[in-house]
């Protein structure tokens, strides 16, 4: 990661990708973090987001992030079909972000819930 020019925009394959203050700002410390934990600047093929436990560059671990995020989840009193459909998809559907989501991804969330119901013996909501 090299912000030399114009720290807003990351070139990816011949295309400009232009990021926002907030995620420069979120690039940077995990460069620092890097640095910080590797004790050397991170390299074309290194993880950004790096599983700080690892003693080499490592990618988080998916099924520990997910039993973290299931974990936390169920600490904030979140009902089980909401975490059975985060758990089915990947996502996390709010009021607030689900118009951001692809169409595919809407229906992928709501048919998760609806499965869930099933499982359970309920009719889906």
Not at 93 to 102: G, R, W
Not at 104 to 121: K, N, P, S, T, V
Request: hydrophobic share 35%.
């Amino acid at each position: 990661m090299r912000f030399k020019r114009r720290p807003s925009v990351r070139r990816n394959q011949g295309r400009a990708i232009r990021l926002k203050p907030d995620a420069v700002s979120a690039l940077e410390k995990q460069r620092e973090a890097f640095r910080g934990k590797f004790g050397r600047d991170p390299g074309p093929d290194d993880p950004v987001f790096f599983d700080p436990d690892a003693d080499t560059p490592q990618p988080f671990d998916h099924g520990k992030v997910e039993a973290e995020v299931t974990q936390a989840m169920a600490q904030a009193a979140l009902g089980p079909a909401f975490i059975y459909a985060y758990r089915r998809t990947g996502l996390i559907v709010t009021e607030e972000n689900e118009h951001l989501l692809t169409d595919e991804d809407r229906q992928a969330w709501r048919d998760a819930l609806a499965e869930y119901e099933q499982m359970i013996g309920r009719e889906p909501i």
